[in-house]
């Protein structure tokens, strides 16, 4: 008689992979935004310099998006994933060696570079390992180690800063990135690779609509998929949704710490500290959006309902950023920033639209595209909120981000139509 095989639950092992390799990005992305007070200090630097600084990545990675999208259609993860965490790691390494302006500029811009491809190939990979109906619920787990990952390591990274210094924090940052390539290359496999899990768990992932099949010939590249990837209205309004997003976002990537330190007079220590509250609140939103949704798919609501409702309320909370220009209480403007980065939190979960209405051959250039919109805002943010402070008041600044957010709230109201998978095998 033959051994009943035991049932696996694989995918959550890779998801947990996910989510500790979006830690590290977002490690890398934001530890600027720490360091950012002592290297204008350091190299006598005016926040224009700095917003420059802080938008060198945003603007290569935006750039990069589509190529980054294109090779995630072609390079299987277990490869193009320890490669480019190594490359940006190094980057990220050797901002700890800069003595300049410039010399920021290229190795904030090296970073996006090699970040490029890594949120097309996570949403790639958890659309190849989830079925659909637990498709938001892994987005907003991954997605969450963006918020969670901040929220508790700003205050590490303040402590770290003060032991070792600005240029020994990212020298660490960087290696934590190269170990953990090492860890991705030797553990991770596609689901139709890995000898390990059960026929049953393969089953539900290809049943439940999971892109299993890693092993057809990857089909060469034609400039008409670009061209699908840009003319569908839905697929705009997602785009559109990204980039208002994107703007409240990169505020507490860039702007956050000097806006608490500069503009509301605390001190640096404190600040690591209570810059942590409206990520903690993020990461709550988007654990809640990711299985509200998926809850209410499985209750038999609409996919539109179910979709699109945690980010409508998400981008309305995001306007409540406006409130910290009318109270002079540090614990009035943590809680007006709070409940806006809760609603960020909430709308986070928008690559389910891309997980579910992108062809399937196409997912990773739709989401190259889809992070390319999303990171235009992170590009132009910084620079738009350095010249908007530059007299000395933030209150400009944070009417441009709930306005923005406004208009996030229009795009998925009357450019998202119905959520179903696009079906443009003809190009």
């Known amino acids: 008689m033959q051994k009943a095989q035991k049932v696996t639950k694989k995918r959550f092992g890779v998801l947990v992979m996910i989510f500790i390799s979006v830690v590290i990005n977002y490690l890398d992305r934001s530890n600027i935004s720490i360091a950012a007070s002592a290297i204008k200090d350091e190299l006598n630097l005016d926040s224009i310099y700095m917003g420059f600084i802080f938008s060198a990545f945003s603007i290569t990675y935006a750039l990069l998006q589509v190529p980054g999208g294109i090779m995630v259609d072609r390079i ?76 508790f390591l700003t205050p590490v990274l303040v402590t770290i800063q003060n032991w070792l210094g600005w240029r020994g924090m990212f020298i660490l940052s960087g290696l934590v990135g190269i170990v953990w390539a090492l860890i991705w290359y ?40 670009l061209w699908t990837a840009l003319r569908y209205k839905q697929l705009w309004g997602v785009y559109i949704g990204q980039f208002c997003l994107g703007t409240l976002f990169i505020f507490f990537l860039t702007w956050f710490p000097t806006y608490l330190v500069e503009f509301r007079g605390l001190d640096f220590v404190q600040t690591g500290w209570l810059a942590s509250i409206p990520f903690l609140a993020a990461f709550f939103g988007v654990l809640l959006a990711g299985f509200l ?127 179903e998978r696009i079906d443009s095998e003809e190009v």
């Open 186 to 225: 030797f553990f991770y496999k596609a689901p139709d690779e890995d000898k390990t899990i059960s026929e049953e768990e393969l089953n539900l992932i290809k049943d439940g609509g999971g892109i299993v099949d890693t092993k057809s010939k990857p089909r060469p590249f034609k400039w008409s998929e």
């Open 76 to 151: 299987k993860p277990k490869v193009l994933y320890p490669v480019i965490l190594v490359l940006w790691s190094t980057a990220t390494l050797f901002q700890g060696f800069v003595k300049s302006f410039m010399g920021f500029i290229f190795t904030r811009a090296s970073i996006g570079v090699f970040e490029a491809p890594s949120y097309p190939m996570n949403n790639k990979i958890v659309s190849t390992w989830f079925p659909e109906k637990e498709r938001a619920s892994a987005i907003a787990v991954y997605t969450s180690g963006q918020f969670i990952g901040l929220a």
């Open 293 to 419: 949704s998926d809850n209410l798919v499985k209750r038999g609501y609409s996919a539109e309902f179910a979709r699109k409702t945690p980010i409508l309320i998400g981008m309305l909370l995001s306007v409540s950023i406006i409130g910290a220009n009318y109270t002079e209480s540090t614990s009035m403007v943590v809680f007006f920033l709070s409940l806006a980065f809760f609603g960020n939190g909430l709308a986070s979960i928008a690559w389910v639209f891309i997980s579910l209405m992108a062809p399937k051959h196409l997912l990773g250039l739709v989401g190259g595209v889809f992070n390319l919109i999303g990171g235009l805002a992170a590009a132009i943010t910084p620079i738009v909120i350095g010249y908007l402070v530059q007299g000395g008041d933030f209150e400009p600044a944070l009417f441009y981000i709930g306005f923005i957010a406004l208009l996030g709230f229009f795009s998925y109201i009357f450019l998202v139509g119905k959520v």
